[in-house]
Structure formats: C-alpha cells, structure tokens
C-alpha cells in the first residue's frame, strides 16, 4: 500500500521561506505523478505544483511560479516543495499526492490524484 507522509509546514513571515517534505512508500517514483496541492478553508482543493518522476517534468500553478519548487532528488523516496517568497494567501493545509501515470504528464487537477497524504499546515501571516 502507498503511504505518503508531509512534514515542514509551519508558521512564516510575508517574504519568508518553507519546505515541506513528503516521505513515500509502497510505490516507485518514476512511475509515478507526484504533486503538492493546497485548501484553505472554504475553498477548494487546487494544485500547487506536480513533477512526473520518470523525466524529472515539472507543472506550477501560475500562482506560484518563480517562487515555489518541486524536487524529487534521484535515488530520494521523498518529494520536496521549496516555498519562497510567501504571501499571506498561500496559507493552507498542504498535501502530498501521487497517482500512477504514464503519459509524463502531471496535472495540477487534484482529481487525478489517487493517494494523499495526511497534509500539513502552512500559515503565512506576520
């Protein structure tokens, strides 16, 4: 069974920088979608950033390009968001998702995704 662990989150600063890890078993990363995705209360789940393992491709939301990174090093079961530059709305809940996939492809829709992380807080606010 695939298993999928976030941890990093916390409270930050405007301008400030976070990242969040998420440890994953069970699977092979380059079969994989792998992706962060964010809700904060009252809205819906979006996508954050997404990478599909096999190529190292990367997909941002516009939102948060130029300033967040998502990294899975080769050899790491782990999946990494650098959060720089952040701004009050990027508070939310985050989570790890992945979802087997071939296309080399990742979409930021959060209903591709099959497995989820437990998420962690993110708060942005000074």
């Known amino acids: 069974q695939v298993q999928l662990v976030e941890s990093g989150g916390g409270l930050v600063q405007p301008g400030g920088s976070l990242k969040l890890s998420c440890a994953a078993s069970?699977?092979?990363?380059?079969?994989?979608?792998m992706g962060w995705f964010r809700q904060a209360p009252g809205k819906e789940r979006e996508g954050v950033a997404t990478?599909?393992?096999?190529?190292?491709?990367?997909f941002y939301a516009d939102s948060v390009k130029g300033r967040f990174t998502i990294s899975q090093p080769n050899g790491d079961n782990t999946l990494y968001l650098q959060m720089n530059s952040l701004k009050p709305v990027d508070t939310a809940m985050y989570y790890c998702a992945a979802a087997l996939r071939n296309t080399g492809y990742c979409p930021l829709s959060p209903y591709v995704y099959n497995d989820w992380g437990q998420g962690t807080q993110v708060t942005v606010s000074s």
């Open positions: 069970g699977f092979t990363f380059s079969s994989y979608c």
């Open positions: 990478i599909y393992t096999g190529s190292g491709s990367r």
